[in-house]
């Protein structure tokens, strides 16, 4: 999604290649499409389009993405005034 940005260079989203077997749950649950499938494995196209909303790592069946909430998710921002940064977390796709 290129007209929806957040700011560049701070998303913590990371991939694993080797782990990752090529299912495409991420594709799917990505609202941003910031990862697509290349050769049979995901592939990060547009790392600062990521909100850090979480779906993709929560729906990742091996764990070959890691995302900390954060910078995009209004609902974790918002948590961690009142309940502090541990308590705080993100409500996933529906939540942005
Ligand atoms: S954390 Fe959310 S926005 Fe970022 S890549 Fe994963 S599903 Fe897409
Ligand atoms: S959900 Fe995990 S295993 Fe499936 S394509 Fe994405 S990174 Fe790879």
Request: contains cysteine; charged residues 20%.
């Amino acid at each position: 999604m290129k007209d929806f940005r957040y700011l560049p260079g701070v998303s913590t989203l990371k991939l694993d290649s080797e782990t990752c077997t090529g299912c495409g749950m991420c594709t799917l649950v990505c609202p941003h499409g910031v990862i697509a499938l290349e050769h049979k494995k995901a592939k990060i196209l547009d790392h600062d389009g990521c909100m850090e909303c979480g779906a993709c790592s929560t729906n990742c069946p091996v764990d070959a993405i890691s995302v900390t909430p954060g910078v995009g998710c209004a609902a974790y921002i918002i948590q961690t005034w009142y309940k502090g940064k541990e308590a705080a977390s993100c409500g996933g796709p529906a939540c942005c």
